[in-house]
C-alpha cells in the first residue's frame, strides 16, 4: 500500500492560497486601448481638471463679472437676461407656439423631449462600433442637439436689444433727498416723478437729475422750453415755484 493513498484533503475557499498585493491588472495585452483606472486614468483626469480649474479662475481673476443696479421687483418694464448657457431656452420662449399660453410647451415638453432623447440614444443605438459612421443614430440625434442649441443661442444673441439692456441694468448714483421740502413736494405736483423716478434717479422717459451738474437757471430754462425728448411748457407753476424746483434739483447730491 502506497502512502497517502486513500487520503482526501479538503481546502477551505475562504483562505485565498496566495496572498496578492493590491496592484493593477498587467494590460500589457492591450496596448494604448486600455490602463488601469487607479492611478493611471484617475490622474490623469484630475490633471486636466486641474488645468481647467485654474483657466477658469483666472478668467475670472481677468474678467469680474458685470454688476447691475440694486433689483427692484416693481420695475415691470425690467427685461431679465439669463446666463449665456440658458441662451437657447429662452430663445425657444419667444416664437409664437412656445410662448405666452403655450408657455408649458416651450419651457417643459420641448426641452424634456430633446433631453430625453439625449437620454436614450445610448439605448437606441447600443452597437459595439466607434466611429461615429458606424453609430448613425448616437451621432445624428447628438448633432442635432448641438446644431439647435447653436441656432437658438445664436439667434438669441444676434435680436436681443443690448443698449436698452445696458440702460436698464445701470447703477444709478442715489442721494439723501429730503421729501418733506418744499422743492420735493413741487416735483411731484409737476409730474417730473414720472419720468425721472422718486428718487431723482431716473427711468424709461427721463435721464437721472442727480450728480447733474447744472445751475439753477440752467434747470428752470430746460422746464420752461423743454430739451431733448423733454417738450417745452412741462412746468405749470409761478417764478417762484420754479426757482424752488430749479434749486432742489440743482442741489441734489450722490450720497
Known amino acids: ?9 479538503v481546502g477551505d475557499s475562504r ?4 496572498k496578492k498585493p493590491n496592484i493593477p491588472k498587467d494590460y500589457s495585452e492591450y496596448p494604448g486601448k486600455t490602463e488601469a483606472f487607479w492611478p493611471n486614468f484617475l490622474l490623469k483626469e484630475w490633471l486636466v481638471g486641474a488645468v481647467f480649474l ?18 427692484d421687483p416693481t420695475d415691470a418694464g425690467y427685461i431679465p437676461l439669463p446666463d449665456w448657457y ?22 417643459i415638453v420641448i426641452p424634456g423631449l430633446a433631453f430625453g432623447s439625449l437620454m436614450l440614444a445610448p439605448f437606441l443605438d447600443r452597437g459595439p462600433h466607434r466611429r461615429p459612421a458606424k453609430r448613425p443614430i448616437a451621432v445624428g440625434m447628438m448633432l442635432l442637439g448641438i446644431a439647435g442649441t447653436f441656432y437658438l443661442t445664436w439667434e438669441s444673441v444676434a435680436t436681443h436689444d443690448w443698449e436698452a439692456a445696458a440702460e436698464q441694468g445701470k447703477i444709478k448714483a442715489e442721494a439723501e433727498i429730503d421729501k418733506e421740502s418744499d422743492g420735493y413736494k413741487l416735483y411731484q405736483e409737476q409730474g417730473c416723478i414720472s419720468c ?15 450728480d447733474n451738474g447744472l ?18 411748457g412741462v412746468f405749470k407753476g409761478t417764478d417762484e415755484e420754479l426757482k424752488v424746483l430749479s434749486e432742489f434739483i440743482s442741489s441734489v447730491k450722490s450720497k
Open 1 to 9: 500500500m502506497h502512502r497517502g493513498k486513500g487520503m482526501k484533503f
Open 15 to 18: 483562505i485565498p492560497a496566495e
Open 54 to 71: 485654474i483657466g477658469f479662475l483666472c478668467l475670472t481673476v481677468a474678467h469680474p463679472s458685470p454688476l447691475e443696479r440694486v433689483a
Open 86 to 107: 440658458f441662451l437657447f431656452l429662452y430663445q425657444l420662449l419667444k416664437y409664437s407656439y412656445a410662448s405666452g399660453p403655450y408657455t408649458v410647451i416651450g419651457a
Open 196 to 210: 425721472h423716478g422718486d428718487n431723482l434717479e431716473g427711468g424709461a422717459a427721463g435721464k437721472a437729475l442727480v
Open 215 to 232: 445751475e439753477p437757471a440752467k434747470i428752470a430754462e430746460i422746464a420752461k422750453n423743454g430739451q431733448g425728448a423733454m417738450p417745452a
